[in-house]
């Protein structure tokens, strides 16, 4: 099995450039999975498409990013019988972006959307950039955004693509096809931003104090629950129903797992 | 890397069958038209040229450089790249003057310019673009307010001097603001090969033979008759009369003279 991430910013053409890719591997039995924060359609409108199976997993209140890399060993053990893994990231951080070095990591990189150089780990780190859009402005600044894109990222193979004409579709498949099956272990090619205080807790009030307090409390539940996502608490994740018990909107023994003192 | 002919082996056309040719080949300084009308397969051509395809796109069709398949590098790599590609859109994005811009482009094709280069070099695009286009164009212009006859103007200079890609791909240029025809003579100077799609009537009688295209495929290829060239340096001399006149009334001078006379035959639309 092969896994492939593509992370981007919003309406940088992410969903439109798996669609040229899928559309190029016929013959491979691919998953796709759609991370997002509030809503996607993107999971039927693939399904329909291609009718190939597809997912949708929504973040809420936790950080995408994060949230992929704890689902990704779940969905990997579901789909043990497809050759690939498409994974579409929210693509709303530049600080980082859950690629993984085992698998192909991909941004598709909007033209227009500012220089190389104000972005992190999400072009830095990528093995292929697809440059979108580049057929909005002249071949010179084309060529001139390509040389800064290679630049901060000089190990990647820079691909022009187009989602609506498939252009660069080909290639991207050329080059899933020449990556390497995953092995047991996968591992982040970046780490990521911590978010570890009160406020990831659901503290609300600006205050040094009140927000470790909310920490504290946080953290002490936090070591209590599996940490699985189960979703049998009504809430999309642990930490979600961890901000609901300290707001006091649901009784900490809804979690069908906790373990008590 | 020295081009001397490039060769288009047929495909197929949108119901597979086979294209109305087996191979054509393209020699050095030559322009070539690309018509016909929407969805009839214009830009999956310029597509398949500008991809260098080898048989993988849906078309099928081999492009070959110099009879032989172009490595993969010059795919890939921008500045390796043989082919430039002027499209519909010339919209710019970076705020800078078009003195630095074209320094930006230039150092981007090659690092071991000198500055003495890089500003002798700079003089000779704006001044050639200057010739395409009636307002001029100074270094020190922001890039984003050129009007769209000296976008056109720059990035054709900029094509003909910076990229020197020996074979370009034109899809739909307007004509509006530019001398067309001072524009095509600038970039074949440098002896390059020129594939225009395009239903103007003085680029398309200008080229010297275009493909039909039908259906997906090149369903013929016309070669431009002694008749078409007459009629095309007619239309050239007009469209330049009518630049001529455009720029003396941007200028603020009132029209004296219209230097052609003429009324139509046959009855009026």
């Known amino acids: 099995m092969k896994i492939v991430i593509v992370g981007g910013t919003p309406g940088s053409g992410k969903t439109s450039i798996i669609k040229s ?10 998953h796709y999975v759609k991370f997002d924060v509030l809503d996607t359609q993107d999971d039927t409108l693939i399904k329909e498409k291609f009718n190939i199976s597809t997912e949708k997993k929504i973040s809420g209140d936790v950080c995408p990013d994060h949230y992929a890399a704890l689902e990704i060993p779940k969905i990997i053990e579901e789909h043990k019988d497809k050759d690939l893994i498409i994974i579409e990231t929210a693509g709303l951080c530049l600080r980082c972006s859950p690629y993984i070095k085992e698998g192909l990591a991909i941004n598709v990189l909007n033209i227009l959307s500012g220089k190389p150089s104000n972005y992190g780990p999400l072009l830095t780190e990528a093995d292929l950039v697809a440059i979108t859009k580049g057929d909005l402005i002249s071949q ?3 060529e001139i955004f390509r040389a800064e894109v290679s630049k901060v990222n000089p190990n990647s193979l820079i691909i022009d693509a187009n989602g609506l004409t498939g252009e660069g579709g080909i290639d991207i498949a050329e080059e899933i096809g020449n990556t390497k099956e995953i092995k047991e272990t996968l591992t982040l090619k970046h780490s990521m931003p911590t978010a570890i205080c009160g406020y990831c807790y659901g503290n609300k009030i600006i205050d040094p104090k009140k927000t470790l307090e909310q920490y504290e ?8 629950l599996p940490n ?3 979703g049998k608490c009504g809430y999309k994740s642990c930490n979600e129903f961890i901000r609901a018990v ?3 909107e649901v009784e900490e023994n809804k979690c069908p797992y906790i373990k008590e003192d | 890397m020295k081009i001397k002919e490039i060769t288009i082996q047929a495909g197929n056309n949108k119901n597979k069958e086979k294209e109305g040719y087996s191979e054509i080949t393209i020699l050095k300084g030559q322009k070539i038209g690309i018509v016909g009308p929407t969805g009839s397969g214009k830009s999956q051509l310029l597509y398949d040229i500008e991809k260098l395809a080898y048989g993988e796109t849906k078309t099928k069709r081999k492009i070959l450089i110099n009879k032989e398949r172009p490595d ?3 795919k890939i790599d921008a500045t390796k790249k043989i082919i430039g590609f002027l499209t519909q859109h010339m919209n710019f994005m970076t705020d800078i003057n078009v003195y630095n811009f074209l320094k930006k482009h230039i150092k981007t094709r090659n690092e071991n310019y000198t500055e003495a280069e890089i500003k002798k070099l700079i003089k000779e695009v704006i001044d050639d673009a200057n010739t395409i286009t009636g307002e001029k164009i100074k270094e020190d212009t922001n890039l984003l307010i050129l009007s769209g006859g000296q976008s056109r103007a720059l990035m054709i200079a900029d094509l003909a001097y910076i990229s020197e890609s020996p074979i370009i791909l034109i899809d739909e240029i307007e004509n509006a603001g530019i001398r067309i025809e001072q524009a095509l003579n600038l970039l074949l100077k440098e002896g390059k090969i020129i594939f225009l799609v395009t239903h103007d009537p003085i680029l398309a009688l200008g080229t010297d033979k275009r493909f039909v295209m039908k259906n997906g495929g090149i369903e013929k290829v016309i070669y431009t008759s002694k ?5 095309e340096k007619d239309l050239s001399w007009i469209n330049n009369h009518f630049l ?3 720029e003396n009334i941007r200028n603020g001078n009132q029209i004296k003279e219209l230097k052609i006379k003429c009324k139509p035959i046959g009855d009026k639309k």
Do not use: P, Q, V, W
């Open chain 1, 21 to 30: 890719i899928i559309s190029e591997l016929k013959e491979s039995k691919i």
């Open chain 1, 140 to 142: 010179a600044e084309r």
């Open chain 1, 217 to 224: 409390k946080g953290k002490e539940l936090k070591t209590k």
């Open chain 1, 228 to 230: 699985l996502n189960c």
């Open chain 1, 246 to 248: 300290l707001n006091k």
């Open chain 2, 72 to 74: 993969k590098n010059l």
């Open chain 2, 227 to 231: 008749e078409e060239k007459e009629i």
């Open chain 2, 244 to 246: 001529d006149i455009r």
